[in-house]
């Protein structure tokens, strides 16, 4: 069958970008125990501040990269200190209201901003083009999105079982008042998990700007992909986050590709077909109600 | 005696509201007409949110859902109208019972993900499914022949159409006030309340939360069909998370914790909405400040601040 390499080949670029952003939600989730519905929003962000920086201020593709998700990091520590703090003792309600609140808030700045037009950014010249791979020719930018996805994910693995600083993330979500007692300041672990989830997002939204269109409408789809992510992995869990993203890219990878016309449903319908059989994911631990 | 007060001011607002057309300027019939369609969806969302504790971000869908139904009820058969809001009705609250079934199993979390997930996937196929929902364009064109029950009215006329709304939503919101005082209603707030102690007398949650979420649906659904001939579209807009974010800030914005508060909170919205947009585009920009602070600072709504603080002061 020909074609079947570069749908893998699509699978996996669309899996790993998709792990990007829903790690980052996960992370966040696992440690302030809230859902950040403005995670989307702040993946939006760092795609905008690239096309500010790259065509407007005219810098290079790989500053963007470097800048644009420290802005994103920048901004998510400015609403933590102002907005969320004041929430984090309270029902988890109120949690979702607020970021549901603060991704209004930015969607909206930046549809009055930059306007509902699409807007584009183009590959650095070095990975422009395309090699021919697995039977088929391949953009070298779909191999960079690849490479940076296991770069991250590797880089997270590492961040979590080798490292202090993963550790006392990982004390943090485990329990927060031991981690307290043991001179941990969660407060600021709270704002860092935070600011590093948003700092993800961004990367995620740099990666994706010359990939997919730059509209406004962009943070609304990869949101929802990333719920639809985490309920399939399990929400909280780093491998079921990895999962969950490889699952939804083949889907998008071979679905799109043998059944065109149900592409935009077939997510949905696996993901009911999850909460079905195992409604707390396939990795998940159980969260029932 | 307090109690007394209430009830009079009440009786106060209904009469102005029955006779508003005979001294309102002709714009406020359009504007308490939309007021009367999105607190009827806002109390409809208030009664999954505010009485069952469940957040759901996707309640557009089950709007839309509505408006479709009686928009193409209207274009392709020509049915009555009354009718069609019956199949509005049912149509919604068939919808919600699916999706709701799928919601309603996990935690709080998982709930308004969920909702908002499916609600855009109800968006999605009204905006792609081109040869049934005509896409973004909506189904347009539909005209009131007739309105049913053996009534000869003429829907054209704003006012006649304003009073129609409100015979309709008075009676959606009498229904919905004796369910949220019946003993189902003090089950969901229980609900609310505490779910563990609630399963421990023996009831079911998820089917106390799925009936909720079904009711909520319903009559998100016909609050939609009163919509779509007022706006004379049902485009996908309707469905859209932005339009699941109304009833969510009106029920904030009026408290979640009185039966009338999304009302108060739906006339607040329009009407501040009517002057904000007067002078600036980003009315979504200013609703979601509005939102974060009345979250942060101010969580049981006006009309819920101002009753508690009545309610409690000595005479």
Redesign the interface.
């Known amino acids: 069958m020909s074609g079947l390499g570069p749908a893998l080949l699509n699978s996996l670029e669309m899996g790993l970008l998709l792990f990007v952003i829903a790690v980052g939600l996960n992370i966040v989730f696992g440690v302030l125990n809230i859902i950040n519905f403005a995670h989307g929003a702040l993946y939006m962000l760092g795609a905008y501040l690239a096309y500010t920086l790259m065509s407007l201020a005219g810098l290079s593709f790989w500053v963007a990269l470097i800048i644009a998700p420290l802005g994103v990091a920048v901004i998510a520590v400015v609403i933590d200190r102002l907005m969320l703090r004041f929430i984090y003792h309270r029902d988890v309600a109120d949690s979702l209201l607020l970021t549901f609140a603060i991704l209004l808030i930015i969607a909206e700045s930046i549809r009055s901003i930059f306007g509902s037009n699409i807007q584009a950014v183009y590959p650095p010249d070095a990975l422009q083009g395309t090699v021919s791979l697995l039977g088929g020719s391949y953009p070298v930018y779909s191999l960079f999105v690849i490479f940076s996805g296991l770069v991250i994910l590797a880089g997270l693995w590492y961040l979590f079982n080798r490292t202090r600083v993963g550790k006392i993330m990982r004390a943090a979500a485990l329990d927060r008042d031991m981690a307290e007692a043991l001179c941990i300041n969660t407060r600021m672990v709270v704002t860092g998990v935070f600011a590093f989830g948003a700092w993800l997002a961004g990367v995620g939204g740099v990666i994706a700007a010359p990939m997919r269109t730059i509209d406004p409408g962009m943070g609304d789809k990869i949101i929802i992909e990333s719920f639809i992510v985490v309920v399939i992995g399990g929400l909280g869990s780093f491998p079921g986050a990895l999962l969950g993203a490889l699952i939804l890219g083949a889907i998008y990878g071979f679905g799109g590709r043998y059944f065109p016309e149900f592409n935009l449903l077939l997510p949905f319908l696996g993901m009911a077909l999850v909460l079905l059989f195992k409604p707390t994911g396939l990795m998940g631990k159980g969260a029932n109600a | 005696m307090k109690q007394n007060i209430l009830l009079g001011v009440l009786l106060v607002a209904i009469a102005l509201l029955i006779a508003l057309p005979w001294y309102a300027p002709f714009f406020y019939i359009f504007i308490f007409t939309e007021i009367l369609i999105l607190g009827l969806f806002a109390v409809s969302f208030n009664l999954i949110?505010g009485y069952t504790?469940m957040?759901s971000?996707g309640h557009a869908a089950y709007f839309g859902m509505g408006a479709y139904t009686t928009a193409m009820l209207l274009l392709h058969q020509d049915w009555p109208f009354v009718y069609t809001l019956f199949a509005a009705m049912a149509l919604s609250g068939l919808l919600a019972l699916v999706i709701g079934f799928?919601c309603?199993?996990?935690?709080?979390?998982?709930?308004?993900?969920?909702t908002?997930?499916?609600g855009?996937?109800v968006f999605?196929?009204a905006h792609?499914w081109r040869d049934v929902t005509n896409g973004s364009d909506g189904i347009a064109g539909f005209r009131i022949k007739e309105f049913g029950l053996g009534l000869d009215l003429t829907i054209g006329n704003p006012a006649v159409y304003y009073h129609v709304t409100l015979v309709v939503v008075g009676i959606a919101a009498l229904i919905l006030y004796i369910i949220s005082r019946s003993s189902f209603g003090m089950i969901l707030k229980a609900i609310r309340q505490n779910?563990e102690r609630v399963s421990f007398c023996g009831l079911n949650?998820r089917s106390y939360r799925l009936a909720s979420f079904t009711i909520g649906g319903i009559f998100a659904g016909l609050a939609g069909a009163l919509i779509a001939p007022f706006l004379r579209v049902a485009s996908p807009e309707l469905m859209h998370?932005?339009m699941s974010?109304e009833p969510?800030l009106m029920s904030?914005l009026g408290g979640t914790g009185y039966f009338l508060g999304p009302f108060v909170g739906a006339a607040m919205f329009v009407l501040l909405e009517t002057w904000i947009t007067s002078f600036t585009?980003?009315w979504?920009?200013f609703?979601?400040?509005v939102?974060?602070l009345m979250?942060?600072?101010f969580?049981k709504g006006v009309l819920g601040t101002f009753l508690d603080w009545w309610m409690n002061k000595n005479d």
């Open positions: 949110f504790g957040l971000f799928l309603v199993r996990l935690s709080e979390v998982y709930f308004a993900m969920l908002l997930a499916f855009m996937m999605t196929i792609s779910p949650i998370w932005s974010a969510v904030i585009e980003s979504m920009l609703l979601g400040i939102l974060a979250v942060m600072f969580r």
